[in-house]
């Protein structure tokens, strides 16, 4: 099948793809996907089957990660969504799979052959997979992990007290007594180590609409920034233009799934950030003998499922899990004790997903297009515009039904009936919001709760980002593409607003006292203010949680090896900012804070983009190679904070710098036919392509590239 007058790049560099119908666009999107993307793929689906000791790499961290994913058994329960397929869905997906096996028969990515790899065909199982793993990514595992960590607050001896307080309105059901005797198995493989291969880790986003009310063009805006990491080449992202005689659609698309994620059609634009929906839930199994006590004093076989994990050059280690429909235990249930199972609820996923995100190329309304989304089972905040001038918010995603009282956040006795899962919710009563009066609608993350019939979110991230851009968005009523992009860069912090309120008359008159008390609260490359704010926040959660708390040794164990206090701040925010807390023992907030601050402003200050310089590096090599050779880029610097718009987090995790900021920009205004995007990286993930990281220095400088329907054709695939 020649491709040569079907498919071209515009001066970006993006591929433009033109075909008779969906079915036909979608599989040169696939052929796109294994031109530019062939080793991408490849290797999330090797990471996604747990293979990756076997073809790439033998250690014993290798190991774990595998372990893992066998354990998720992501690629165990496939068959029974492909049979739910309608043939519409399934005719896109095979051709989309049949469009990636022509690139890779004709070029195999090059750096396979060091390892001696020769992949499988991609087919549809492939697909459901990589659709599973986007939906997770560390996003889902981080709500799993903050519930894990309440299981260790518990067995620490946090009293009720202290609980309730960091943890307020979800500890329904909580049983302490029964919770200490949970045997704990050592500590889960960390959300860095977890994606080092292909994906980067998600955290966190932003997205927001306004109505035609407040544009200057007078149709709705739209806007969008996934916060990923972005240390990593190729870019997760991969931006895309699909055209039919009868439309178009273009936008942002993960490769591996035929899915455009995040863009337009003619009509109707969509973005998404992720929900932090409490969609994990475990429950605690009272075990003997490879048995649990399924009712008082009855028990049970669990379900054993065996694997075998090849490692290269190394003996293949066999793993057993033990199942119920509680989901997978951990530990062995030979040794008699307390363990816990745990389920993610859009674990058996993919059908109902792929089905509604391939469908959204056709939706014209913002109405459509909430039915839509809000059918996909694992959760996101999708934010609508139509050139109708509607707005709209809907989260997506499969809530579990529980009984009354509980949130789901603490682990509950399995053996009582009443604790199961009774289905789960409908999308309708998810929260959603429709042509809201403020004439703008926006998520970063935060609580919204308040806009459903059913609260999804147990902790989630704070409100600062949306309340900034909130803020700007309601004092403005002739808002353009340029208010975006400056939005998008905004590093103004409402969280550093609010400590600065009860620090600053404290700061002491000396040279790091006069930096942070004059401190225009902007987290820019060249302020001081910013670096020594960080140095007084960390020193403060250190002194409140550690000394007065769990353990400084603790704290420093949690900051570093876990994500708990960058998702997660708010909960531990709260408290800091609170006039009185148990947390706070015999002294007074403004006591904590100027010991807090005595520590920290003892630093030379430095300019907060010094201590922000990141390499980005190959995802395959990891920095292994020569720099000379292009494969890693940088240093780069990353601007914004913790709660500041452009979010911009550095630090380390399991032994590797990892990052947290806007991936990728995009804003769509609907008075045009175009959107404005820009992001770290580019459209190839071949090093030796002039398009390996074209689109970066756009993404440092704040320029936006445009990529319009009817763009020139410049360059040949």
């Known amino acids: 099948m020649s491709t040569s007058n079907k498919i071209w790049r515009d001066k970006h560099g993006v591929c433009h793809v033109e075909g008779k119908d969906k079915t036909d666009i979608f599989n040169l999107m696939g052929y796109v996907h294994g031109k530019d993307r062939g080793m991408q793929i490849l290797l999330m689906r090797i990471l996604g089957q747990g293979r990756a000791s076997e073809f790439l790499d033998s250690s014993d961290e290798m190991l774990e990660i595998d372990k893992f994913f066998r354990r998720m058994n992501w690629t165990g329960s496939i068959a029974s969504q492909i049979e739910k397929f309608s043939p519409d869905t399934r005719e896109v997906i095979d051709a989309y799979c049949a469009g990636v096996n022509r690139a890779f028969a004709q070029k195999i990515p090059w750096e396979f052959k060091l390892f001696r790899f020769k992949p499988e065909p991609w087919c549809i199982k492939d697909t459901v997979l990589i659709s599973r793993m986007i939906g997770y990514l560390t996003l889902a595992q981080s709500q799993g992990e903050m519930e894990r960590l309440f299981i260790e607050f518990v067995q620490a001896g946090m009293d009720e007290d202290r609980l309730n307080e960091l943890f307020p309105g979800i500890l329904g059901g909580l049983d302490m007594d029964l919770i200490k005797k949970i045997k704990l ?161 859009p674990a058996f996923s993919g059908a109902v997903t792929l089905d509604s995100i391939i469908k959204i190329f056709d939706a014209k309304t913002v109405t459509q297009g909430m039915d839509l989304l809000g059918r996909v089972e694992t959760s996101w905040n999708f934010i609508l515009a139509d050139k109708d001038g509607n707005i709209g918010y809907q989260m997506s995603g499969l809530m579990p039904k529980r009984r009354e009282g509980v949130t789901g956040f603490v682990p509950l006795p399995g053996w009582e009936e009443k604790n199961d899962w009774q289905g789960f919710e409908s999308p309708q009563d998810l929260p959603r919001c ?87 609260l902007e987290y820019s490359a060249d302020s001081k203010g910013a ?16 000394e007065n ?61 010094n ?53 990728f920009r995009m804003v769509i205004d609907l008075s045009t036919d175009e959107i404005n995007t820009n992001m770290a990286g580019g459209p190839s993930d071949r090093r030796f392509s002039k398009w390996y990281c074209s689109d970066l220095e756009n993404w440092i400088s704040g320029k936006y590239k445009t990529i319009a329907v009817n763009a020139e054709k410049k360059f040949k695939i």
């Open 185 to 345: 198995a050592d500590r889960l493989v960390s959300p860095a180590s977890l994606w080092n291969i292909a994906a980067p880790v998600m955290m966190a986003s932003n997205n927001w609409a306004v109505s035609g009310k407040k544009t200057a063009s007078g149709k709705p805006i739209l806007s969008n920034d996934p916060h990923l990491e972005i240390n990593r080449l190729p870019n997760i992202w991969y931006e895309i233009v699909l055209k039919t005689k009868d439309g178009y659609a273009m936008g942002g698309t993960m490769p591996g799934a035929p899915a455009l994620l995040v863009g337009r059609n003619q009509d109707l634009a969509w973005s998404a950030t992720y929900t932090f929906m409490d969609g994990i839930d475990s429950w605690i199994e009272k075990c003997k003998d490879g048995k649990y006590m399924c009712e008082p004093d009855k028990w049970s076989h669990f379900i054993e499922r065996k694997e075998t994990i090849k490692r290269k050059k190394k003996d293949s280690v066999k793993v057993v899990f033990y199942e119920n429909k509680h989901g997978i235990l951990e530990g062995n249930p030979n040794e008699e004790g307390y363990y816990i199972t745990t389920s993610w609820a």
């Open 434 to 520: 429709y042509n809201p009066e403020s004439g703008y609608f926006v998520t970063s993350n935060q609580n919204l709760n308040e806009y459903g019939n059913v609260h999804p979110i147990n902790v989630g991230m704070g409100s600062y980002r949306s309340d900034r851009i909130g803020k700007l968005l309601l004092e403005n009523n002739e808002i353009t593409r340029e208010t975006m992009y400056k939005l998008h860069y905004d590093v103004y912090s409402i969280q550093a607003q609010l400590f600065m309120k009860i620090l600053g008359p404290l700061l002491p008159d000396t040279t790091q006292g006069k930096i942070l008390k004059n401190w225009n």
């Open 531 to 546: 670096f020594l704010f960080d140095k007084f926040y960390k020193a403060l959660y250190l002194q409140v949680f550690g």
């Open 549 to 609: 708390g769990f353990g400084t040794e603790a704290v420093e164990h949690i900051d570093k090896h876990t994500g708990m206090f960058n998702d997660f701040y708010i909960n531990f925010d709260r408290i800091l900012l609170s006039e009185n807390s148990v947390w706070f023992g015999n002294n007074t907030r403004e006591e904590l804070y100027l010991k807090a601050a005595k520590k920290a402003l003892k630093v030379e200050p430095e300019k907060w983009g």
């Open 611 to 663: 201590t922000r310089k990141v390499m980005m590096k190959n995802i395959l090599f990891d920095g292994k190679l020569p720099k000379f050779l292009g494969f890693d880029r940088g240093p780069i610097t990353i601007i914004g904070g913790l709660a500041t718009p452009h979010q911009g987090q550095v630090f380390e995790s399991a032994g590797r710098q990892t990052t947290f900021a806007p991936s």
